[in-house]
């Protein structure tokens, strides 16, 4: 029986060369390794993007939390379907025209 197991990983060398760009030496690749001595620092824009990102999701989730709520109660099951995709999208929609400083 073939072993599908590749023998680079066994010897210690990554199969992956992207993930060998990624790894910081002494420590695993950053989205893995838990250590905070292999992560990278963010520069400004890339920590405001994350922001922005969280801040839609959670409005996002939000809406669609409220909209399912509000129009289950009004139209029943069909309702927290409509209710539930129309309140995702305007939490999106809310959350893109916050300001972020």
Same mark, same amino acid.
């Given at each position: 029986m073939a072993s599908s197991t590749s023998h680079k990983?066994?010897?210690?060398?990554?199969? #992956? =060369? @992207?993930?060998?760009e990624?790894?910081?030496p002494g420590?695993?690749?950053?989205?893995? #390794? =838990? @250590?905070p001595a292999a992560q990278?620092?963010?520069?400004e824009k890339e920590s405001?993007?994350?922001s922005r990102s969280t801040l839609?999701?959670?409005c996002m989730i939000l809406g669609i939390i409220v909209g399912?709520?509000?129009?289950?109660?009004v139209a029943g099951l069909m309702g927290v379907f409509i209710g539930g995709a129309a309140g995702?999208?305007?939490g999106a929609g809310i959350a893109t025209c916050l300001p972020m400083d």
């Open positions: 990983y066994l010897l210690g060398m990554p199969v #992956d =060369p @992207d993930l060998a990624q790894a910081v420590h695993g690749v950053p989205s893995q #390794d =838990p @250590d990278y620092q963010m520069s405001a993007r994350e839609v999701a959670g399912a709520g509000l129009c289950a109660a995702g999208v305007i």
